[in-house]
């Protein structure tokens, strides 16, 4: 069984939802895209593919360029974005309740 977080056991393992629980999960931090790709477990090409409407929704926003790399960031002004993290936590309060640890 693999190590994966509420958001993911929830909503399902495909790569949108494994992009966004990692941007969720450091979202004070920016990355760019083959980092985001990398730490999200999907292949760079496959990010290509929904990338645009992350950024197009404005999920997702472009905060500075260093050499060559756009570095890009969750969008945490977004209201949506707001109750997404909002949501997260509140599985993660619900499923710590779950786990009961004998005495």
């Keep these: 069984m693999k190590n994966e977080t509420v ?3 929830i909503f399902g393992d495909n790569p ?18 083959t980092e985001i790709a990398k730490n999200a477990g999907v292949s760079y090409s496959t990010l290509k593919s929904f990338w645009y409407r992350l950024v197009a929704h404005d999920i997702v926003i472009k905060t500075r360029r260093v ?3 756009d570095l890009y960031k969750l969008n945490t002004s977004n209201p949506a974005i707001k109750q997404l993290i909002k949501l997260d936590w509140n599985f ?11 005495a």
């Design 7 to 9: 958001f993911v056991e």
């Design 16 to 33: 949108a939802i494994k992009v966004l629980d990692f941007l969720i999960t450091f979202q004070l931090f920016d990355y760019p895209l």
């Design 67 to 69: 050499g060559k790399s």
């Design 92 to 102: 993660i309060k619900g499923s710590e309740k779950k786990i009961q640890i004998p």
